[in-house]
């Protein structure tokens, strides 16, 4: 038997054309594939940057400057593109894509050079639809500096659609000093606004002035929701030439955003005091220095802040709580990433999300109780707490109050760890001797703070221990503000609290009776879902709502 096997010729030949056929190699582009602001070197002296793709453009100021013409570009301070150089050598471009030009003015506008930090920044002839606004900083070739510009205030009467100042700062210690207010004024909106920080040490012997960011005006409501980011806004506020060390809180708004209209979104790094250094903190105390930050709007899509927020208020006057009519239509979600102490946010319809990273009110210096016989202040572990570093809570302020008509999903986790060991010695080293055994819990969540509803709370997740705190539903806050009894609808709340309960209490439509939740309160059709996985215990301290008690309160509770 033989097998025979017939090749395929068409298929063969077709192999040995392609064989003796030259291989064809891929094209190759040398750096075609970086975009411009990676390549090695650009020919140009100016940072412009496109405002839809962000990248940097070549731009050549020699092509700018034309020897026949006084009114080219970069021979004046009004223009498509203006740029100038500080005193430190940072060199700053600001450019007008679209219709309109920008007219730059420095601290000092008769010596005919852009040589000094910048006083105003005026926009003209721009169109809502169609501008936008960049500027750029590039830092100092021969000094050591942090790439920034200050600049004193902005103004623009039409719209823009959006200005984009990267390492501009805001701030009314421009050098030499001016006496124009500090701020931002764009009366025709803005969609997209962000520039660096905002630096406000605010010394009240000099000015008390605050800095106000207004967007739109009272007489034309916004036709766009504008979105604000900013890094980090250090409010700072005393007076040079007080004696005594300030101890109460600063609670007129001295950085003021003021939106008339709905924001979109309002994006911030922090809003502290700002860093002071340790030898001068006991002369400038975390709650008597700490300037208030206040976002004015008619409602808020969302608000994030990434880190802490420290006197930080949300409402549509510049006082929360004032009136029944002071709180903004709704929040749709807010995360704060730090710690959240002396926050109030006053909205008059439901908040969507509401997530504290690191808690609502510094537990720093907070004690919980006093040791029977010898009156020491109990926690010990909460002695040594260096003077004006401890928060709002430590000097028997609130910590922060929130309240709505209704939350869909509130998440609350610890502002602290607390450490602690075995109470059977034996076990005390259990990993090697010498060592010993320390077991890190959740702290506190909520310290001195409060929570309240007039509707219901859909869901409640609250990881650690509350202290001297109320989480309460079916409450009208602005007829207790005004002495009236604010329990007065039902409502319904779905809680789990991984913590125990200290001087605080989780109710649902519940009237304690002489300011003291027991058996004897008045429960109304308010129901709790959920449960503590904690112990509660009652120090005879008041809750942040002048109230007795520990515990879960409510008619039905499952």
Not at 440 to 464: E, H, K, Q, R
Request: aromatic share 8%; proline share 7%.
């Amino acid at each position: 038997m033989s097998f025979s096997r017939r090749e395929n010729r068409e298929r063969g030949s077709r192999r040995r054309r392609q064989g003796l056929a030259p291989e064809i190699l891929e094209s190759r582009e040398v750096l075609s594939s970086y975009p411009s602001y990676l390549s090695p070197w650009l020919p140009s002296g100016l940072f412009v940057q496109n405002p839809i793709t962000h990248q940097r453009e070549l731009v050549n100021p020699e092509s700018l400057i034309n020897p026949n013409n006084p009114n080219s570009p970069l021979l004046g301070n009004s223009g498509k593109i203006v740029s100038g150089v500080d005193r430190a050598g940072d060199q700053w471009t600001i450019t007008v894509h679209g219709p309109g030009r920008a007219i730059v003015t420095d601290t000092t506008p008769n010596d005919g050079v852009l040589h000094d930090d910048i006083n105003t920044i005026q926009l003209v002839g721009t169109n809502p639809k169609t501008t936008y606004v960049t500027g750029n900083v590039i830092a100092s070739p021969t000094e050591l500096t942090q790439g920034t510009v200050y600049f004193n205030d902005l103004i623009a009467t039409s719209g823009v659609r959006s200005i984009i100042l990267n390492g501009f700062t805001l701030t009314a210690n421009v050098s030499p000093p001016v006496t124009s207010p500090t701020g931002i004024y764009l009366y025709g909106g803005v969609k997209t606004l962000s520039f660096q920080d905002i630096q406000a040490p605010i010394d009240t012997s000099v000015s008390s002035a605050p800095y106000i960011i207004q967007i739109g005006s009272a007489n034309t409501p916004l036709k766009v929701k504008p979105s604000i980011y900013i890094n980090n806004i250090n409010n700072q506020v005393y007076d040079s030439a007080a004696v005594a060390i300030p101890s109460g809180p600063v609670t007129t708004p001295s950085v003021e955003f003021v939106i008339n209209g709905v924001v979109q979104n309002f994006d911030i790094v922090s809003a502290t005091q700002g860093t002071v250094p340790a030898a001068y903190q006991f002369e400038f105390p975390t709650v008597g220095t700490t300037g208030r930050t206040s976002l004015q709007a008619t409602a808020v899509d969302n608000l994030n802040v990434a880190g802490s927020a420290i006197n930080f208020t949300v409402s549509r006057a510049a006082q929360p709580f004032s009136s029944a009519a002071s709180g903004i239509q709704y929040l749709n979600n807010a995360t704060f990433g730090g710690n959240a102490d002396a926050v109030g946010i006053d909205v008059n319809g439901p908040i969507g999300s509401l997530v504290f990273e690191r808690g609502l009110g510094n537990p720093s210096g907070v004690f919980t109780a006093e040791q029977a016989g010898t009156g020491l202040l109990l926690p010990q572990t909460s002695y040594g707490i260096p003077q004006g570093t401890t928060g709002y809570p430590a000097n028997y302020l609130l910590g922060g109050t929130v309240k709505a008509t209704s939350i869909h999903n509130l998440v609350v986790k610890p502002a602290n760890v607390l450490v602690q060991t075995p109470s059977n010695p034996l076990y005390a080293q259990i990993f090697a001797p010498g060592y010993p055994t320390y077991i890190t819990v959740p702290g506190y969540a909520l310290t001195n703070a409060s929570i309240v509803t007039s509707g219901s709370i859909d869901s409640a997740s609250i990881f650690g221990s509350q202290l001297y705190s109320e989480i309460k539903t079916g409450f009208d806050y602005p007829s207790y503000v005004a002495g009236l009894e604010g329990t007065r609808a039902a409502s319904k709340v779905h809680v789990r609290n991984k913590g125990d309960l200290i001087s605080s209490v989780i109710s649902a439509t519940f009237r304690p009776v002489n300011n003291t939740y027991d058996s004897n309160g008045i429960a109304g059709p308010g129901t709790v879902v959920g449960g503590l996985s904690g112990t509660s215990y009652n120090t005879e301290a008041l809750t942040s709502l002048n109230n007795k008690g520990a515990g879960i309160y409510a008619r039905y509770r499952k």
